[in-house]
């Protein structure tokens, strides 16, 4: 059974950065992907960005592209999100999940991801 723990949420200004953390264990194959949705009440989860474990293949939202960088340890099958330029709408929480999306155009597709962790909140706020 695959788990996921998400680790580094908090409270932070406008313009500041923060770096989430996901760790994946159990067993997983290639195309393993980690990604990153956030969620707001009343909204749908969406899609910030994902990484193939494997390659290192990245993908990104047009909202955080240029602003949020993800990377990830292949080895440790540990992926982290480097979110720099924080702006109060990226208050949310944040979900790491693992899965094998269908192909790089669903790679933000959360119906395409089966292990999810618990989430961690995210606040910019001044």
């Known amino acids: 059974q695959v788990q996921v723990v998400e680790s580094g949420g908090g409270l932070v200004q406008p313009g500041e950065s923060l770096r989430l953390s996901c760790a994946v264990s159990?067993?997983?194959?290639?195309?393993?992907?980690i990604g990153w949705f956030r969620q707001t009440p009343g909204k749908r989860r969406e899609g910030v960005s994902a990484?193939?474990?494997?390659?290192?293949?990245?993908f990104y939202a047009a909202s955080v592209k240029g602003r949020f960088s993800i990377s990830r340890d292949h080895v440790k099958k540990t992926a982290y999100l480097e979110m720099n330029s924080l702006k109060p709408e990226d208050t949310a929480i944040y979900f790491c999940?693992?899965?094998?999306?269908?192909?790089?155009?669903?790679?933000?597709?959360?119906?395409?991801?089966?292990?999810w962790g618990q989430g961690t909140q995210v606040t910019v706020s001044s």
């Open positions: 999940a693992g899965g094998y999306p269908s192909g790089d155009y669903s790679a933000l597709w959360a119906s395409e991801y089966e292990d």
């Open positions: 159990g067993f997983t194959y290639d195309p393993y992907h």
């Open positions: 990484i193939a474990l494997a390659d290192g293949r990245t």
